[in-house]
Nanobody
Framework: QVQLVESGGGLVQAGGSLRLSCAASGRSFSSYDMGWFRQAPGKEREFAAFISKSSGTYYASSVKGRFTISRDNVKNTVFLQMGNLKPEDTAVYYC??????????????????WGQGTQVTVSS
C-alpha cells in the first residue's frame, strides 16, 4: 500500500509559477514510476507529466516547455514545477504511482495509487 499526499496548490495570476509536491509513504519509492494528472470541473482527468523510476520524463503537449517534473528519492517526493501558468491550467492536480511492468503512461486508469489532489487556480 502506498499513500500519497500532494501539496503546493493555490491561487496564482496568469504567467505565474507554482511548485507542487507529492510525498509518498513506503520504502520502495525509487522503484515507482510517478505521474501527475489534472482534472478541471466537468472534464475528464488528463495526463500532465510522467517520470520513470530511472528519471526519464514525458509531458503532455499542453504543458511541455512550461512544466518540469522531478523526483527526490531520498525524500520520497515527486515535484511538478509549473511556470507561465494559464487560466486553462486551472484544475485539481493529482499524483499517482504506476507499478505495472508495461502500461500506457498517459492513461490514468493504469495507475495504482492516487493522492487526494491539490487545487490550482490560475486567474486571468
Amino acid at each position: 500500500q502506498v499513500q500519497l499526499v500532494e501539496s503546493g496548490g493555490g491561487l496564482v495570476q496568469a504567467g505565474g509559477s507554482l511548485r507542487l509536491s507529492c510525498a509518498a509513504s513506503g520504502r520502495s519509492f525509487s522503484s515507482y514510476d510517478m505521474g501527475w494528472f489534472r482534472q478541471a470541473p466537468g472534464k475528464e482527468r488528463e495526463f500532465a507529466a510522467f517520470i520513470s523510476k530511472s528519471s526519464g520524463t514525458y509531458y503532455a503537449s499542453s504543458v511541455k516547455g512550461r512544466f518540469t517534473i522531478s523526483r527526490d528519492n531520498v525524500k520520497n517526493t515527486v515535484f511538478l514545477q509549473m511556470g507561465n501558468l494559464k487560466p486553462e491550467d486551472t484544475a485539481v492536480y493529482y499524483c499517482a504511482v504506476g507499478t505495472k511492468t508495461a502500461y500506457d503512461i498517459v492513461d490514468w486508469t493504469a495507475y495504482d495509487y492516487w493522492g487526494q489532489g491539490t487545487q490550482v487556480t490560475v486567474s486571468s
